[in-house]
């Protein structure tokens, strides 16, 4: 009997998928949000059995903590929204993070041209 092989790709496919169906929504039902329309995602990490998928944004807004609030404000709706869009039995648990990653680099780049 062969043994069956664990696919550890699943939840990176459904944190993509969850992802990208976010994306849609944001773009679909809140495109005339001024906080909202400005927001980016750029990344996904999946937790817990695909239970939890932590959305990556970028924002150019310059007030990052009244972007988070309004996200957080609408999660509730944006998974009731996810629910519907998606082929699955479970849909999971979903919260924005905001990625400073650009941030980070930029002053990194700051930092080594000021080496010279």
Same mark, same amino acid.
Request: net charge neutral; charged share 30%.
């Given at each position: 009997?062969?043994?069956?092989?664990?696919?550890?790709?699943?939840?990176?496919?459904?944190?993509?998928?969850?992802?990208?169906?976010? =994306?849609?929504? &944001? @773009?679909?039902?809140?495109?005339?949000?001024? *906080?909202?329309?400005?927001?980016?995602?750029?990344?996904?990490?999946?937790?817990?059995?695909?239970?939890?998928? @932590? &959305? $990556?944004?970028?924002?150019?807004? =310059?007030?990052?903590?009244?972007?988070?609030? @309004?996200?957080?404000? *609408?999660?509730?709706?944006?998974?009731?929204? &996810?629910? =519907?869009?998606?082929?699955?039995?479970?849909?999971?648990? *979903?919260? $924005?993070?905001?990625?400073?990653?650009?941030?980070?680099? =930029?002053?990194?780049?700051?930092?080594?041209?000021?080496?010279?």
């Amino acid at each position: 009997m062969a043994k069956r092989q664990f696919n550890s790709n699943r939840g990176d496919r459904m944190a993509s998928k969850v992802q990208t169906l976010v =994306a849609e929504i &944001l @773009r679909d039902n809140y495109n005339e949000d001024p *906080i909202i329309s400005g927001v980016s995602l750029v990344g996904t990490d999946s937790r817990g059995g695909l239970q939890f998928v @932590r &959305l $990556f944004y970028y924002t150019r807004h =310059a007030d990052i903590d009244a972007v988070q609030a @309004r996200l957080d404000a *609408i999660t509730r709706t944006v998974r009731f929204e &996810l629910a =519907a869009r998606m082929n699955q039995k479970y849909v999971p648990d *979903i919260r $924005f993070a905001y990625d400073d990653t650009l941030e980070r680099a =930029a002053r990194i780049d700051e930092l080594l041209n000021n080496l010279n």
